[in-house]
C-alpha cells in the first residue's frame, strides 16, 4: 500500500511517497527518482537511534556515498550554529551541487536540514523524511524552511521546495502520544477549512486513528497533505491564500510565546486557536452556533485541549497584535463561516475577541 502523489509549487513537481515500510526502501526510491552520488543525512539522537542504520544501509545498498550529521532533539536547536554543523559536515564531505541533504526527523529537522540544502552551494537537493505526523502532513510540503532567532520563531528563512518527499507510516508507531496528537491537530484543521470529507472519515473512524490503524492514517495524511498542497500551489511564497492554513494559529502562537514554548505543544496551542476562531466566528454573526459545538467535538474526540486555563486574556490580544504586526499592521484573523470553508478578517475588535477569550477560561 504505497501511495505516491504530486506536489506542485511554482513550475515543479515533486514526488510524496506515503506508505509502509518506505524507510527501508529509500535509496531505492531515491534512485528511481533520479538521485545519486553523496547524500548527507541530518537527524537527531531519538530519531537517529530508531532509524538512523536503517536509513543509511538502503541508501548505501542503493549506491549512495551516505554522511551523516545529528543535532541535538528539541525546538530550542533549531537554531544559526546547528545549522553550521550542518554545513561543516557538507564541506567536509564535498557535497556537489548534484548532491542531497536528507532530513530524518520531526519538523525541527525538517526546517533546519531544509534551510542548510537551500543555502549550501547555493541550493543542493532536499529529500524529506518526515518522521513525526506533523511533518508529514505539515512541514515536510510546502517548501518553508527556517531557523529561529533569539527575537522570534522561524525568522531566518526561506521557500525550498524539496526533491522527493517520503512519509513512511511505520515510523509513526514509535511517537509519543502526545505528538502524535499535535500531528493530529493540523489534520483536524485541513478537515474543519477545507475538506468535509476528512472531516468526517476523522469523526466517523476515530478509533482506528486513535490506535494508528495504517488504512486510517494513509487516508488522512494523504488527504492532509493533499488539501496542504493545493493551498500552496496557489499561492507558494504566502502572499495571499496561503495564510488560511494559520486557521486557529494566531491564538496558538499568542498562547506558545505567553506560555514560553514550554507548556502547550504546537498542535495543542492550535487546537485551542481553533475553538477560540470557531467561537470568535459565531460571535461575529459570521457561524451559526453549531460550528462551535462541531469544533468542539472534534477537538474532544480526540482529546485535544479546548480551554485556556487562567492566562490573562490581554495579554493574548497583545501578542495576536504582535503576530498580526508582521503581516503589514493589519489586524488579520482566520476565521470559519461553516465547516470546509475559510474566511480572512481584518480588524477583528477587541471586544468581540476578549470574552470569547475569557470564556475559554482566559483570565
Ligand atoms: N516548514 C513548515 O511549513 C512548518 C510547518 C509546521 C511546523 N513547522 C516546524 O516544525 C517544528 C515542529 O515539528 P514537530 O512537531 O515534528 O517537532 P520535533 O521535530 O521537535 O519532533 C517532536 C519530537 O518527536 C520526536 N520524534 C520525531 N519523530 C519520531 C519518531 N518517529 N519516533 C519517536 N520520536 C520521534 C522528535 O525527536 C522530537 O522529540 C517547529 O519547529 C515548527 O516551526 C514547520
Not at 13 to 21: M, Q
Not at 41 to 55: I, K, S
Not at 315 to 333: C, E, I, Q, S, T
Request: net charge negative.
Amino acid at each position: 500500500m504505497v501511495r505516491r502523489m504530486e506536489i506542485k509549487a511554482d513550475t515543479e513537481v515533486y514526488p510524496l511517497y506515503l506508505g509502509s515500510g518506505l524507510l527501508a526502501r529509500v535509496g531505492a526510491i531515491l534512485r528511481e527518482e533520479g538521485l545519486t552520488g553523496k547524500i548527507l543525512v541530518v537527524t537527531n539522537p531519538t530519531v537517529g537511534a530508531l532509524y538512523l542504520d536503517m536509513a543509511v544501509e538502503a541508501l548505501e545498498g542503493a549506491g549512495f556515498d551516505v554522511q551523516t550529521v545529528t543535532i541535538p532533539d528539541g525546538e530550542a536547536y533549531k537554531r544559526l550554529d546547528q545549522l553550521t554543523k550542518v554545513y561543516d559536515a557538507a564541506a567536509v564531505g564535498c557535497l556537489e551541487r548534484d548532491s542531497a541533504i536528507l532530513a530524518l526527523g520531526g519538523g525541527v529537522i525538517g526546517d533546519l536540514a531544509g534551510f542548510a540544502a537551500a543555502t549550501y552551494l547555493r541550493g543542493v537537493r532536499l529529500v524529506q523524511v518526515p518522521t513525526s505526523l506533523l511533518a508529514q502532513v505539515d512541514s515536510s510540503i510546502g517548501g518553508k524552511v527556517a531557523v529561529n532567532h533569539r527575537e522570534g520563531k522561524n525568522l531566518i528563512g526561506s521557500f525550498y521546495q524539496p526533491s522527493v518527499v517520503l512519509s513512511d507510516l511505520e515510523v509513526l508507531t514509535t511517537l509519543n502520544e502526545r505528538e502524535f496528537k499535535t500531528g493530529l491537530a493540523e489534520i483536524i484543521k485541513a478537515g474543519l477549512i477545507g475538506d468535509c470529507t476528512l472531516d468526517a472519515f476523522l469523526r466517523q473512524h476515530s478509533a482506528a486513528v486513535r490506535k494508528r490503524d495504517p488504512e486510517a492514517l494513509v487516508e488522512i495524511i494523504a488527504r492532509a497533505c493533499a488539501f496542504k498542497a493545493q493551498v500552496v500551489a496557489e499561492d507558494v511564497r504566502e502572499r495571499g491564500r496561503r495564510a488560511i492554513l494559520n486557521y486557529g494559529h494566531t491564538i496558538g502562537h499568542a498562547l506558545e510565546a505567553e506560555t514560553g514554548y514550554t507548556v502547550y505543544r504546537h498542535g495543542e496551542a492550535v487546537a485551542i486557536g481553533m475553538a477560540a476562531a470557531a467561537a470568535i466566528s459565531v460571535a461575529l454573526g459570521l457561524a451559526t452556533p453549531d460550528l462551535s459545538q462541531t469544533t468542539l467535538e472534534i477537538l474532544q474526540l480526540y482529546e485535544l485541549p479546548t480551554t485556556i486555563a487562567g492566562i490573562p486574556a490581554e495579554r493574548l490580544l497583545a501578542r495576536m497584535a504582535w503576530d498580526k504586526k508582521v503581516k503589514d499592521g493589519h489586524p488579520r484573523l482566520v476565521l470559519s463561516p461553516k465547516v470546509g470553508e475559510v474566511v480572512v478578517k481584518e480588524d477583528v475588535p477587541s471586544d468581540v475577541i476578549l470574552p470569547v477569550l475569557r470564556r475559554m477560561g482566559a483570565a
